[in-house]
């Protein structure tokens, strides 16, 4: 069974730091492009990050980048997101997507990230 479960959620201040991971299981990791989806409170699913097969390339949604870095071990078929100065409007349930630049795609149960003071 092809399976995405992602970790790492909580309850942080604004200004803080949390570093989810996805773990992938029942197809090849590495040959995949894997992208990181939010949706908030009453708001569709939104693309937050894609990273591509080998790390080439990295791709960040306008109101993240220099914030939230992807990355992937495909040795151990993990994505992670280190997101740094998160803000209230972060809030969201992450998820962790098989796809490019989509908010398409198999997909895990998400990780509820919340942010406030």
């Not at 773990?23 to 990791?29: D, E, I, L, M, P």
């Not at 791709?59 to 993990?78: E, L, P």
């Amino acid at each position: 069974e092809e399976q995405l479960v992602e970790s790492g959620g909580g309850l942080v201040q604004p200004g803080g730091s949390l570093r989810l991971s996805c773990a992938a299981s029942g197809f090849t990791f590495g040959i995949y492009h894997m992208s990181w989806v939010r949706q908030s409170p009453g708001k569709g699913l939104e693309w937050v990050s894609t990273i591509t097969t080998r790390s080439w390339s990295t791709y960040y949604a306008d109101a993240v980048k220099g914030r939230f870095t992807i990355s992937r071990d495909d040795a151990k078929n993990t994505l992670y997101l280190e997101m740094n100065s998160l803000k209230t409007e972060d809030t969201a349930v992450y998820y962790c997507a098989r796809n490019y630049k989509t908010t398409s795609g198999l997909r895990g149960q998400g990780t509820q990230v919340t942010v406030s003071s």
